[in-house]
C-alpha cells in the first residue's frame, strides 16, 4: 500500500509541475490527429475511445456491460462534431459535441438489437493535462429485431496521447 501511495503522489507531483510550465504549448492546442483512451461509467460501463480526424470532427467508440443484464455486451461507434465556442472558459476547453453513429447490444437471450443513436455531450479538456472528463446521453432507436426507442448516459474520462 506503501508503494501505491508513493506512485500516486510522484504521478500527482509530475503533472503539477508539467501544469506549471508556462512556455509549453497547451494540450488543447491542436487535436486533429490526437487519440484518447479512457473508461465510461453508466449505461453502458466499458472503455471509451475517441479520435479526432481535424479539430472539431471526432469518431468516438465503446465497449462495455449493460446495466439493465449484466451479461448484455454494449459496442457503439459514432461520428461527433464539436462547438469549442459555446461555453467560454478561463483555462481548457469545454465543447459541446452531438452526432450520429451505430449501436449493437448482444443479449443473453439471443435478442440482439441493432440501432442508430445520436450522442449529444459535454467534455472539459484540460489546458496542461491530456486528459477530458465528459458526460453524455444518447437517444437510441433500434431497428432490428424490432423498432423500439431508448437511451443511455454516462460519464467519463479520457487520456489522450
Do not use: Q
Not at 30 to 52: C, N, Q, W
Not at 91 to 98: A, D, I, K, S, T
Not at 123 to 143: G, K, N, T
Request: charged share 20%; net charge negative.
Amino acid at each position: 500500500m506503501k508503494t501505491w501511495n508513493t506512485t500516486i503522489a510522484i504521478a500527482l507531483l509530475s503533472t503539477c509541475a508539467f501544469a506549471d510550465d508556462s512556455k509549453m504549448r497547451t494540450f488543447t492546442d491542436d487535436m486533429a490527429g490526437r487519440f484518447g483512451l479512457g473508461a465510461i461509467f453508466g449505461e453502458p460501463t466499458g472503455v471509451s475511445l475517441k479520435y479526432f480526424t481535424t479539430d472539431t470532427i471526432a469518431i468516438d467508440g465503446g465497449v462495455g456491460w449493460s446495466f439493465k443484464n449484466n451479461t448484455d455486451l454494449h459496442l457503439h461507434a459514432d461520428v461527433l462534431w464539436h462547438r469549442f465556442d459555446l461555453f467560454p472558459v478561463e483555462e481548457g476547453r469545454l465543447p459541446l459535441y452531438f452526432g450520429v453513429g451505430a449501436r449493437f447490444k448482444i443479449e443473453e437471450n439471443d435478442k440482439d438489437r441493432f440501432g442508430i443513436r445520436f450522442p449529444i455531450g459535454i467534455s472539459y479538456m484540460f489546458e496542461h493535462l491530456p486528459m477530458d472528463v465528459f458526460f453524455e446521453v444518447a437517444p437510441i432507436l433500434d431497428l432490428a429485431p424490432d423498432t423500439k426507442g431508448g437511451f443511455t448516459a454516462g460519464i467519463g474520462c479520457r487520456w489522450w496521447f
